[in-house]
C-alpha cells in the first residue's frame, strides 16, 4: 500500500507551496501526485522535492483528467492521506460584462471539479486521511463585482463543512482553508479585465508559507476551518455580525 498526497493547482502559488511543505515535513507520505494543466511548471517543481511524484498535466474542468486521476487510483493501490484541492481562480468584474467561458468556468473547476476529485479520492481514505479545500474569505459573504467567484467559494466552505460531519466518524477530516488576499499568479488572472482591487485590500496581502503552515496545523487539529491571517479572522466576525447588506456595499466600493 502506497501513502500519498494529492494536490490540484500544484503549478503555482498556494498548492506548489502546500508540495514544499508535504516534501519536508510528511515523511509517512511515500508520493507526491502533482496535478495541474502547466506540465512544464510541475516537472521544474518535481525536480526541487525530495518525494518521488506523479505529474497529472491536465485541465480538470474536464472529466477526463479527473477520470485519470481515478484510474491511477486504483491501479497503484494507494491510500490517499492528503487530498489539497488548490486549483481554482477568480476573475474580478461585474458579471453581466464578463465573458461567458470565464464566468461559467469559475463553477466548473472551484465547484464541480473540486467536488469530482474529492468524490474519486474518497474510497482510497481511511483514518487518519485529510482533505484540505481551498474556499476564500470572499466565502464569508456575498461580493458584488467578485459575485461568481464568491458564491463559489461559498460552495466549497458549505460543503467541506458538511462533508466534515459525514466523514469524521471514518477518521477522515476536511478544512476548508479561508484567506484573504495571498500573493500569488491569482491576481494575474483576477485582473485582467481592468478591474483592479484596492490597495486597502493590497494591504491585507499574505504570503503562500502562511497560509499553507496554518493549513496544515488546523488540518492536522482536525478543525473544519482555517483563517490564517489576524485581519480575515477579523472579518470573518464582522460578517458574522453586521448585516451583509452593509459589508456588501463596502466591498462593492473596493473592487471599483
Ligand atoms: N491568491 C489569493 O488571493 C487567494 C485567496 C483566497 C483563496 N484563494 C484560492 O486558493 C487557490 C489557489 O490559488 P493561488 O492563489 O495559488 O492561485 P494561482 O497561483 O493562480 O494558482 C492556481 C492553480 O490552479 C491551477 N488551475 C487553474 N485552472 C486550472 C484548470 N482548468 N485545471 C487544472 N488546474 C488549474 C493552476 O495551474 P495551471 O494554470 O498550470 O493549470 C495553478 O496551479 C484557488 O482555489 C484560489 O481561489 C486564493
Known sequence: MKYIAVITGASSGIGREFAYAIDQSMSSIDEIWLIARRKDRLE????????NTRIISGDLSSRITVNRLQALLKTE???????INAAGY????DFESGDRRDETGMCDLNVRALTDVTYVCIPFMGKGSRIINLASSAAFVPQPGFSVYAATKSYVLSFSRSLNMELCGKGIYITAVCPGPVKTEFFNIAEKNGTRTLSLKKFAMTTPDVVVK?????????????VPTFLM???RIMCKI???SIIMKITSMIYK
Open 90 to 93: 477568480g476573475i474580478l468584474g
Open 77 to 83: 493501490k494507494c491510500r490517499v492521506r492528503f487530498l
Open 233 to 235: 479572522r477579523l472579518f
Open 44 to 51: 521544474e517543481l518535481s525536480e526541487k522535492l525530495s518525494h
Open 242 to 244: 453586521l448585516p451583509h
Open 214 to 226: 496554518r493549513a496544515l496545523k488546523d488540518s492536522l487539529a482536525k478543525k473544519e476551518i482555517s
